[in-house]
């Protein structure tokens, strides 16, 4: 069972920092990463080649943490939860309730944002060659522990 | 044969935050009002549950009694009323006919914001303004509340109490009268008879 247990934070460990050569985390550093959302959002950044940033803020536009070399900018934060609040509108043009995600494309790069329940947005930007289904799927994977980061940053 | 006139103006409504500017639209609009509301975070999730991240839509329509005559139908937009979606202000009074500024008596905290607010807002703007004062019954104490944002005593004031329809009819009959003495309006209404 420990073994088992061992792997797992050894996977975990490898999306957080790549590098195999890096310093083995204790046990505590894990559990910290895992719920840190700076560390979360640096993690996706590193799992998604073309992925060159990302930040969680407040649904009603209050930031929350980015990613490293991102600057703070509180005005994004509410670009993105204004957009959001449109989107959340425009989805009832096609029957829909629940909105998912918003994808802003343009020549130099592409702006996804994510809802993280009712409470939350995530962006994450990319170059305009990145595969969109990666970032889905990584997103996608922690949008429960994101939500719980929202809560705890709220 | 009878030439039905239909004028369209834009109202933007905005002032600062929690001070009744959905209130007034969903009060009075008579379209399905498209509203950005979302849970409030932080301090302000103490003063209210909901807050706007974008923009209210609704429409008023107010058509001439007797054929033949005018009617005027008034597109709403409300902004947000905190600094950080200063932009979406920015975006919405694009040639905005007529400002709500919308203020609550029961805030003075928020005065100088709102003070400052108004001077951000009718910078570049020509367009006539009313001055909403929420949660207020008394004309003396909404033209206290209005000197204390820095309006003077020309700019048009109404107490009201947003939450009841027919109190937010009484600010859009203020708006209609600040319209009327528009001179835009009043060139608008010749080119008609011409």
Redesign the interface.
Known sequence: MGLVADNSFVADLHLLNPNPFAQTPTLASLVHDRLDPQAILNAIVRSVAGVTGAALATADGRSVAHSDHLAHDPSRSAMIAATMGLAGQLIGVVGGRELEEVIVRAESGIVIVYAVGNEGVLTVLSRASTNLHHINTEVRSRIEVLRTAVRNGR | MSMLAEHTFKILVTGPFAAGKTSLIQSISQSPV?????????D??DVKAL?????DFGTFALEGADEGEETINLLMFGT?G?D??R??TDILKADVDVVTFVVSAEAPESFEEAAEMLVLVMTGLEAPIVIAVNRCDNHDRAREVAAAIGADDAIQVIPCQLVDPASGREVIAEVLVALLQSSEYELMSQGVQQ
Not at chain 2, 34 to 42: H, I, K, L, R, Y
Not at chain 2, 51 to 55: I, K
């Open positions: 498209v509203t950005t509301e979302v849970a409030t975070s932080g302000e999730a807050t706007t991240v974008a923009m947000p905190q950080r979606f932009f979406m």
